[in-house]
């Protein structure tokens, strides 16, 4: 079975600059959860989308934004991206119990 | 302000020895706790998670939870360079609505 895919692995933008970050869950998973993670802070859960619903959020400002497909894939979008946004960003599938995650998209703000 | 708190390490324990790795949390109402393990440049890979009071063994991992005390433990048996990683603690406060905080992690570096 085909684990979390994200697509890009790399990015690199500039101050100002808008990304889409794009996730491929584990087939048969319909929880996606995104997460940030920086040296300084750690692992911060951003939001969790389930059937097409956001369904929890963090504590991110609204320039931190995220859909869900009704094939479960889903995108995370950071509009007017600033020096502090440089972070890996992960995104993880689940059942019931257990999450996965994917290899992380690495974005350089610039 | 819900938090999880772990230890940064580095934790550094001789080849075959034990390891022990703690966290604590502070919203008393959490329901399920995990332990990640993640190896440098890579994402976190699920090693256990434990929902009860008492202690749940997978191979040479146990996990320990006292909910009472606020606590969960990992403990690494046997331990191998290859256990070599950051672990990181995570504390669904969240319920149904998945939810998970994670704590900052604890360097374990095991030594041959």
């Known amino acids: 079975k085909a684990g979390v895919t994200q697509t890009p692995r790399y990015l690199i933008k500039t101050r100002g600059q808008q990304v889409t970050l794009s996730c491929s869950p584990i087939?048969?998973?319909?929880?996606v959860s995104w997460y940030q993670q920086t040296p300084g802070q750690g692992l911060q859960f951003l939001f969790e989308?389930?059937?097409?619903?956001?369904?929890n959020k963090g504590n991110f400002p609204g320039r931190f934004s995220g859909r869900q497909f009704s094939n479960s894939r889903s995108e995370m979008n950071v509009s007017t991206l600033e020096l502090g946004d440089s972070a890996l960003y992960l995104c993880?599938?689940?059942?019931?119990?257990?999450?996965?995650f994917g290899p992380g998209t690495r974005l350089t703000v610039l | 302000q819900k938090e999880v708190e772990q230890n940064s390490g580095p934790l550094s324990v001789p080849e075959g020895a034990i390891a022990s790795l703690n966290c604590t949390y502070s919203?008393?109402?959490?329901?399920?706790f995990f332990w990640y393990r993640q190896y440098s440049g890579k994402s976190p890979e699920l090693i256990m998670f434990?929902?009860?009071?008492g202690d749940k063994e997978d191979g040479r991992f146990t996990a320990q939870l006292n909910k009472a005390s606020q606590y969960v433990s990992l403990l690494i048996r046997d331990s191998q360079p290859s256990d070599s990683a950051t672990y990181l603690c995570?504390?669904?406060?969240?319920?149904?609505?998945?939810?998970?905080?994670f704590g900052k992690g604890t360097l374990l570096t095991v030594n041959p």
């Open positions: 993880a599938s689940k059942t019931t119990d257990e999450q996965f």
């Open positions: 087939s048969g998973h319909r929880s």
């Open positions: 989308y389930f059937s097409e619903t956001q369904r």
């Open positions: 919203d008393r109402g959490s329901q399920s």
């Open positions: 434990i929902y009860s009071n």
């Open positions: 995570a504390v669904n406060s969240g319920g149904s609505n998945y939810k998970l905080t």
